[in-house]
């Protein structure tokens, strides 16, 4: 059976999903920390902020953005084979920043990751 996204058959904006959301997320943590009484002090390292920015933006938002899309166009089941893909992009990543080095653990990781992914699409549309 092929299932589909409520909010994706609904036109929703996922733009503005993910504004409110995030948004949301941020308001309700500036009122509980103030509750519990913490005080916030902002780096000044240029190291944190593009990491903060790498994070926020590109990790978060558009990462999601994608997967959203992902889910429009394939559906929820087949898309949810993609996060066995996240891994892989994750180390990739890691290896582009200068965080980790290239090993036989991450590119075997990697390979059995896209495979697994790949069976699991291949299966789903043969029997389908």
Do not use: H
């Amino acid at each position: 059976m092929y299932w589909r996204c409520n909010n994706s058959d609904n036109n929703t904006n996922p733009v503005l999903a993910n504004t409110i959301g995030m948004s949301s997320a941020v308001l309700f943590l500036i009122i509980y920390t103030s509750f519990k009484g913490y005080s916030y002090a902002l780096p000044q390292e240029p190291n944190f902020w593009f990491g903060l920015l790498y994070l926020s933006i590109l990790a978060s938002f558009l990462a999601w953005l994608f997967y959203l899309k992902l889910i429009s166009n394939i559906g929820a089941s087949e898309s949810g084979y993609m996060v066995a893909m996240f891994p892989a992009i994750g180390g990739a990543a890691s290896v582009l920043m200068g965080e980790s080095v290239v090993s036989i653990n991450l590119i075997m990781g990697t390979l059995l990751a896209c495979f697994g992914a790949y069976l699991a699409l291949k299966k789903k549309k043969a029997s389908g």
